[in-house]
T-cell receptor, first 117, second 112 residues
Framework: KAGVTQTPRYLIKTRGQQVTLSCSPI?????VSWYQQTPGQGLQFLFE???????NKGNFPGRFSGRQFSNSRSEMNVSTLELGDSALYLC????????????????FGPGTRLTVL | AQTVTQSQPEMSVQEAETVTLSCTYD???????LFWYKQPPSRQMILVIR??????QNATENRFSVNFQKAAKSFSLKISDSQLGDTAMYFC?????????FGKGTSLLVTP
């Protein structure tokens, strides 16, 4: 079974631009979560999607948004990029959004390295 | 709110030796899961081991085992017979609702 895939793997943008990152979960997984990883703040939760609906959101400004499609693939968008948005963005999928038992085991993709100049 | 603390930013161990990585956490939830993830230089986050909070028995996975002290909110990872391929960042994480809360990580270097 193929793992979580993320595209692109590397991205360079300039301040003020916007960017869209893509994540394809493991086949059969319906929940997709996004995390931002920076040297200063570590790993921080961005949001979680299940059945095309955002179920939970971390403490990030509205410039960060996402969506999920009917095939469970997810995209996240960052508008009006700032230098501080430079980070590794990780996507993780889990089997379902049912009880804690199913939701807790998350499988991570390789990440997208975003550099904002 | 949950917090996860890893007090050892860097550690090193010689090949074939045993090393223990420390982690403490704080959560108000009664039901939660604890994890150790490994992130090698390739950046792929890999699940090492998982512990259900309601289970008293410590989880083991081949050379990896944990010491889970629920009352003390401590969750340490022991790596036995360390191998060069164990060189990586190790993150402790807690899941109790909808997201993983990670510690800052411990960089482990395994030397020949």
């Amino acid at each position: 079974k193929a793992g979580v895939t993320q595209t692109p793997r590397y991205l360079i943008k300039t301040r003020g631009q916007q960017v869209t990152l893509s994540c394809s979960p493991i086949s059969g997984h319906r929940s997709v979560s996004w995390y931002q990883q920076t040297p200063g703040q570590g790993l921080q939760f961005l949001f979680e999607y299940f059945s095309e609906t955002q179920r939970n959101k971390g403490n990030f400004p509205g410039r960060f948004s996402g969506r999920q499609f009917s095939n469970s693939r997810s995209e996240m968008n960052v508008s009006t990029l700032e230098l501080g948005d430079s980070a590794l963005y990780l996507c993780a999928s889990s089997l379902s959004a049912g009880g804690l038992v199913d939701r807790n085991e998350q499988f991570f993709g390789p990440g997208t390295r975003l550099t904002v100049l | 709110a949950q917090t996860v603390t890893q007090s050892q930013p860097e550690m090193s161990v010689q090949e074939a030796e045993t090393v223990t990585l420390s982690c403490t956490y704080d959560t108000s939830e009664n039901n939660y899961y604890l994890f150790w993830y490994k992130q090698p230089p390739s950046r792929q986050m890999i699940l090492v081991i998982r512990q259900e909070a309601y289970k008293q028995q410590n989880a083991t996975e081949n050379r990896f085992s944990v010491n889970f002290q629920k009352a003390a909110k401590s969750f340490s990872l022991k790596i036995s017979d360390s191998q060069l391929g164990d060189t990586a960042m190790y993150f402790c994480a807690c899941f109790s609702g909808y997201a993983l809360n990670f510690g800052k990580g411990t960089s482990l270097l395994v030397t020949p």
